[in-house]
């Protein structure tokens, strides 16, 4: 499905696959599309984040479009891919347009080092999930975008910690009933 001609300079961002196949952002176009804004891809609350909606997938509301887009580590994506079994589409923006476009930036200092991100990370490890090398975008926040069928933004979750990431019920729940 192409996106419409409105949908400008956001549709046209553009993105990389897991395995370096170029694409952009329109090619996923959908009513809703919802992005999930990994720090990295070896960020292990990050990658248990990104299994649990693949899991969920189903969930979603007809019509809607997860994807995962970092901005680095194209080789962490793969084994997440490969190893771990996710489905969803794992991009690669290295520019970080999609992260500017919804306001999601970096992690302050605090926000890097509080007990809430720790705890997010120990929780991965007990899920089986372990370290790997980090990243320069490993001071990204996580985040979560949605976008609607023009590539407007109607949902923006900025992290404030390590692994802060909406409960995926409740994504679902903003999804399917939003209360803007």
Known sequence: MTPPASSGTTAS??????????TTLGVFHADPLVVILVRYFGCLPCQDFVREVD?????????????AVGGSADYQARWLHETKGVDMPLLLDPEQRVRAVAGVGDLTARQMSSLSGAGNYVKSLFRGFRPQVPTAD???????????????????????????????DALIARITSPTD
């Open 13 to 22: 961002i553009a993105l990389a696959d897991a395995y370096g196949e170029p």
């Open 55 to 67: 899991r969920s997938i189903d969930r979603f509301p007809e019509g809607s479009r997860v994807i």
């Open 138 to 168: 490993a001071t990204k926040a996580p985040g979560v975008v949605v976008f609607g069928p023009d590539f407007s933004i109607r949902w923006v979750h900025r992290g404030e910690a390590l692994g802060d990431y909406p409960p995926v």
